[in-house]
């Protein structure tokens, strides 16, 4: 862009600009700069220019632009301090020399170097925030022409963007540098992440054709059914941003809902309320995504109402619903103290205005030492995260949402898998606590504890999620060596030998396993039938006939003579199982599992008790197990989950639902089943199913025997 473009741009928004100013001071930067190159090959000054600009886009005051030409003259050339004051004036002056101030400053150093910088950045910027406006879009152009720096510089920039300059955008309301800020660093640190993210945005839009058009469309007509004016906005987030919810929540692309963002303007904040009720009215609203920052303002200054529903075919959308003029303080942020609207100053439209808080962190400046004003700075610029404290007063980072669970994996995976309770501030609270900036928190232990599932539900961090699913999977695999041994003990007893050791060791090798265990685990989770065990060793044997098969009434050995013998509902047993009998006059024996809680009540008579055993040929007999599993709530699902469980050539005979969620359906199933090796198949089948949450074996269900 020339002189004259710059100038032009500028008067098209503030009719009281100095054009010959801003003129001189292109033709000063131009001239002072002549002969210096950028790594690009273009002339430097190109890039004070293309910083000017960006900030005439924000429509910013003479002042900052012509700082904006001047910015890199006192650092990189022959110019002086004082050739800038007395041409520019002492606003100008004051100006470059804080953005000067801060070409040096490296902000992702050491931590006590971080400290010092950081009180630089913030005494630079106090006086002034420009210094900042400026600075902020400085940073920007050179991240949009990052590339052909060497790479070593590529990552350092990214980093320090990524880590202080984004965040600071964000804090001064302007979301916009903010999330580009944020993206271009992202694809200097992570660009196979990114690349990715981009992929599945082309596969979403080929698979189910363009969702913003038709969702801005679906929700133009709710507008004009609600006889309410506004405009409908909708956009595709940046990929960092859907990266960085993937990672905070651990959920597939295609199950966020944060993928396209969709943007409601209207004229009045009543009608925002009115848009609300009736977007409502018409999708299904998914709890806990409503917020209100129209009554309450976020500490930036941002207003808005955010919900999300659940639109065509169950697929979340994000809806922000604002004013014009809340939408204008939102983009512009900070900088609109500065700007111009329709040829004059704006007011000052901030219910909150962030410039105070630079203020504020200032004055703190005298009064802290270094390491405490960085705490305090990191505390207040990072929103979307809250720091707690140990009682040693090690500060701990989580993101906004964490949980003491989250906490407690974050110090150690030790600390994390043994945590009982938690204190904040000295007080218990439940561990599901929600945890605030500054808190101090305690982890409170129990040895031999083991994290409980419905964690998952609870914790927000990547770390505390796959530390909680390892723990559960090492108990999933102790719980699978002791079926498979019971598998096995049964499976040997049938050809008459016995499952040693030193057998299944021998099996394992044959079967390429590592130990014993291993096989024992594959038996137990279905990997390995009991046949392919027992065929390893004795061949001729597994593949023997059958023999007749039994019937039901002749399931269970032992029974006294005359007497018939029932399965208890209570507890469900099935083939592989041990099991006792409880004698009843007139109906017979009840044949309960041997953990059976209810057997508690006939300790004090022993003599109703019967030994029992299942009989060891194949049974033609099935057994019904209730089971209780919860799916998530997508097309498709349920009838997968019956397929499931049909391959497995096991028959429902019952299902119905128990609860319906939003984004869960929990069922009970009644199937029917061989044994406890078929019923395993059938757990393992299920739970292999990503869109399986969870599945219970009903047992001790209000029935009575
Ligand atoms: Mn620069």
Not at 343 to 370: M, Y
Not at 517 to 529: K, P, V
Not at 554 to 572: H, N, Y
Not at 620 to 639: E, K, P
Request: with cysteine; aromatic share 6%; charged share 30%.
């Amino acid at each position: 862009m020339d002189a004259d473009g710059l100038v032009a741009l500028v008067s098209s928004y503030n009719p009281h600009s100095d054009t010959a100013k801003i003129a001189e001071a292109y033709a000063f930067g131009d001239e002072m700069h002549a002969g210096q190159v950028r790594q690009s090959g273009e002339p430097y000054f190109t890039h004070p220019v293309a910083v000017a600009e960006l900030l005439a886009r924000q429509k910013l005051d003479d002042a900052t632009i012509i700082t904006a030409l001047l910015h890199d003259t006192v650092e990189d050339t022959k110019a002086r301090f004082t050739d800038v004051s007395e041409r520019f004036g002492e606003e100008v002056a004051y100006l470059v020399d804080g953005v000067t101030k801060l070409t040096n400053l490296q902000l992702s150093s050491t931590e006590t170097k971080q400290a010092e910088n950081f009180r630089k950045l913030f005494m630079a910027v106090s006086k002034d925030p420009r210094v900042l406006l400026v600075k902020l879009a400085d940073r920007l152009h050179n991240m949009r022409t990052i590339k052909y720096q060497r790479p070593e510089k590529q990552a350092q920039k990214a980093r320090e963007t990524m880590d202080i300059y984004a965040p600071l955008a964000g804090r001064m309301g302007m979301q916009w540098m903010r999330e580009e800020l944020e993206d271009l660093s992202f694809k200097v640190l992570n660009p196979e992440a990114r690349n990715s993210i981009i992929r599945r945005f082309i596969m979403l839009q080929r698979d189910s054709g363009d969702v913003i058009d038709s969702i801005t469309g679906d929700i133009q007509k709710v507008l004009k059914k609600a006889q309410i004016k506004g405009e409908v906005f909708g956009r595709a987030k940046k990929p960092f941003s859907v990266w960085r919810k993937m990672q905070e929540k651990q959920k597939s692309f295609s199950r966020l809902a944060d993928i396209y963002g969709f943007r409601v303007i209207v004229g009045s904040e009543a009608d925002c309320y009115q848009v609300l009720g009736a977007i409502h009215a018409r999708w299904a609203a998914v709890p806990g995504r409503f917020k209100d920052y129209i009554s309450n303002p976020k500490a930036n200054g941002y207003r808005s109402i955010h919900t999300t529903v659940a639109g065509r075919d169950g697929k979340q959308v994000e809806v922000q619903i604002r004013t014009r003029q809340m939408h204008e303080v939102a983009e512009a942020g900070v900088a609109a103290h500065w700007s111009y609207r329709d040829g004059v100053r704006a007011e000052n439209p901030f219910a909150v205005d962030p410039a105070h808080w630079i203020r504020a962190l200032s004055e703190r400046l005298d009064e802290t030492d270094h390491d405490e004003f960085l705490e305090h700075v990191k505390l207040e610029m990072y929103q979307d995260q809250v720091f707690c404290f140990t009682p040693k007063g090690d500060v701990i980072k989580l993101p906004r949402g964490a949980t003491p669970i989250d906490y407690a994996y974050g110090i150690h995976t030790r600390i994390g898998d043994s945590c009982v309770g938690a204190k904040i501030d000295g007080l218990r609270v439940p561990l599901w606590t929600r945890l605030k900036n500054g808190q101090q928190v305690e982890i409170i232990t129990a040895e031999g504890q083991r994290p409980q599932p419905t964690w998952l539900d609870i914790v927000v961090t990547g770390r505390a999620k796959s530390a909680i699913r390892r723990s559960l999977r090492e108990e999933d695999r102790e719980r699978f060596i002791k079926l498979g041994r019971e598998l096995a003990r049964v499976a040997f007893e049938h050809i008459g030998k016995k499952a040693t050791d030193k057998a299944l060791a021998t099996a394992a090798r044959t079967l390429g396993l590592a130990e014993a265990e291993d096989l024992l685990a594959r038996l137990g989770s279905a990997e390995l039938t009991a046949r392919d065990v027992v065929g390893t060793l004795y061949p001729e044997l597994a593949a023997a006939p059958q023999g007749e098969v039994v019937e039901e009434s002749r399931a269970v050995v032992g029974l006294p003579e005359g007497q018939i013998s029932t399965r208890a509902q209570c507890c469900q047993p099935v083939p592989g199982e041990r099991i006792v009998g409880i004698t009843y006059r007139g109906q017979g024996v009840i044949v309960h599992a041997i953990d059976c809680p209810v057997l508690v009540d006939f300790e004090e008579q022993p003599e109703r008790w019967v030994d029992l055993r299942w009989h060891s040929g194949p049974h033609g007999a099935v057994h019904t197990v209730s089971m209780q599993v919860a799916i998530s709530n997508d097309a498709g699902v349920l009838g997968r989950i019956c397929t499931l469980i049909g391959e497995q050539k096991a028959n429902i005979s019952d299902l119905h639902f128990i609860d319906r969620k939003q984004d869960f359906y929990r069922l009970l199933i009644d199937v029917d089943l061989r044994d406890v090796e078929h019923l395993h198949m059938v757990q393992t089948a299920l739970e292999a199913d990503s869109d399986v949450a969870e599945i219970t074996r009903v047992k001790n269900v209000d029935r009575k025997p």
